[in-house]
T-cell receptor, first 114, second 110 residues
Framework: KAGVTQTPRYLIKTRGQQVTLSCSPI?????VSWYQQTPGQGLQFLFE???????NKGNFPGRFSGRQFSNSRSEMNVSTLELGDSALYLC?????????????FGEGSWLTVV | GQQVMQIPQYQHVQEGEDFTTYCNSS?????IQWYKQRPGGHPVFLIQ?????EVKKQKRLTFQFGEAKKNSSLHITATQTTDVGTYFC??????????FGTGTRLKVLA
C-alpha cells in the first residue's frame, strides 16, 4: 500500500509569491492534516480536513489555507510568502474515524523563501 | 489553549546508557502518541496510549501514560546508535487535533 505522497519535495520561492503544496493520503484515509516544522518552533499544526471539510484549525494567519478534494487528496496554499515561512511542510493522513487513529506522515515539502 | 511541554530538549548519551523523555500537558488528554523522526526524515508513529496509568513496551522502549492522563514518558534501555533521532509526543484531547511536543533530540555516542 502506497504511503503518503507529497509534491513537490523541494522548492524555492521569492518573498511575496504564493505556493501550493499537494498531498495524496494513503488509500482509504479520509483525514489529512498539515504541519509546519521549523528548527525553532517544532511541529506546528496548520489544519485538518476530513471528507472535504476543515475539521480543525491551528493558529496560523489567513495566508495559510487548504482544501481537500473528493478523492481525499489535499492541497495547502500559502500566499504572500514571508521569509519566516521557510520550513518543512508535512502532510499526514489517517482514517479519521476516531481521534485515536495512527497518523502517517509524508516525507514533506521543503520550502525555502528568499 | 492546550500546551504540551517536552523535556529535555536535547540529550546526549553514551551507547548503552538509558534515556528518558517526558511529555506534560496543561489539560487532561484522551490519548497520547509517540513518534520518532530520524535526521532528515519524517515522523514515524511508535505507539499510542489511551488508558490512565497504561504502560506499553516495545523491545527496549517503555511508554507510560500518567494516572491523571496529563503526562507521559518514553524510556529507552541500553541505547544504541540506531536510536538517534528526535522523539515527539503528540497529545489529543479527543478533537482529532494533535498538539505535538517540542521534541527531544537524542544523540548516542558510540
Amino acid at each position: 500500500k502506497a504511503g503518503v505522497t507529497q509534491t513537490p519535495r523541494y522548492l524555492i520561492k521569492t518573498r511575496g509569491q504564493q505556493v501550493t503544496l499537494s498531498c495524496s493520503p494513503i488509500s482509504g484515509h479520509r483525514s489529512v492534516s498539515w504541519y509546519q516544522q521549523t528548527p525553532g518552533q517544532g511541529l506546528q499544526f496548520l489544519f485538518e480536513y476530513f471528507s472535504e471539510t476543515q475539521r480543525n484549525k491551528g493558529n496560523f494567519p489567513g495566508r495559510f489555507s487548504g482544501r481537500q478534494f473528493s478523492n481525499s487528496r489535499s492541497e495547502m496554499n500559502v500566499s504572500t510568502l514571508e521569509l519566516g515561512d521557510s520550513a518543512l511542510y508535512l502532510c499526514a493522513s489517517s482514517s479519521g474515524q476516531t481521534s485515536g487513529n495512527t497518523i502517517y506522515f509524508g516525507e514533506g515539502s521543503w520550502l525555502t523563501v528568499v | 489553549g492546550q500546551q504540551v511541554m517536552q523535556i529535555p530538549q536535547y540529550q546526549h548519551v553514551q551507547e548503552g546508557e538509558d534515556f528518558t523523555t517526558y511529555c506534560n500537558s496543561s489539560t487532561t488528554l484522551s490519548n497520547i502518541q509517540w513518534y520518532k523522526q530520524r535526521p532528515g526524515g519524517h515522523p514515524v508513529f511508535l505507539i499510542q496510549l489511551v488508558k490512565s496509568g497504561e504502560v506499553k513496551k516495545q523491545k527496549r522502549l517503555t511508554f507510560q501514560f500518567g494516572e491523571a492522563k496529563k503526562n507521559s514518558s518514553l524510556h529507552i534501555t541500553a541505547t544504541q546508535t540506531t536510536d538517534v533521532g528526535t522523539y515527539f509526543c503528540a497529545a489529543s484531547s479527543g478533537t482529532y487535533k494533535y498538539i505535538f511536543g517540542t521534541g527531544t533530540r537524542l544523540k548516542v555516542l558510540a
